[in-house]
């Protein structure tokens, strides 16, 4: 088991950048899940970017604004956030998971005005 908790959100200009940290308790090098979701107010969570067993997607929505880097020795998952757009505003959350079992974190708010 492993908790998860993400940081570095907050308010930020259209066009700014934002860093979101993803801390864990314990080693995330042994899941082969790794990603961030968000979910905006009224609507359901969607995926943002997700590495799987190595190979990496991104929602279209974020491709080329997006990176997510995976930092082994710190049991951080970061996602750096560049050219925010309002329609970014949502809850973030990271999750990692194995053979079917996941685990998420709290979330983290960002929020993007225009």
């Known amino acids: 088991q492993v908790q998860l908790v993400e940081s570095g959100g907050g308010l930020v200009q259209a066009g700014g950048s934002l860093r979101l940290s993803c801390a864990a308790s314990?080693?995330?090098?042994?899941?082969?899940?790794v990603g961030w979701h968000r979910q905006a107010p009224g609507k359901l969570r969607e995926l943002v970017v997700v590495?799987?067993?190595?190979?990496?997607n991104y929602a279209d929505s974020v491709k080329g604004r997006f990176t997510i880097f995976v930092d082994n020795a710190k049991n951080t998952v970061y996602l750096q956030m560049n050219s925010l757009k309002p329609e970014d505003t949502a809850a973030y959350y990271c999750g990692v998971g194995r053979f079917g079992k996941d685990y998420w974190g709290q979330g983290t708010q960002v929020t993007v005005s225009s």
């Open positions: 590495i799987t067993n190595g190979i990496t």
């Open positions: 314990g080693s995330i090098s042994h899941f082969n899940v």
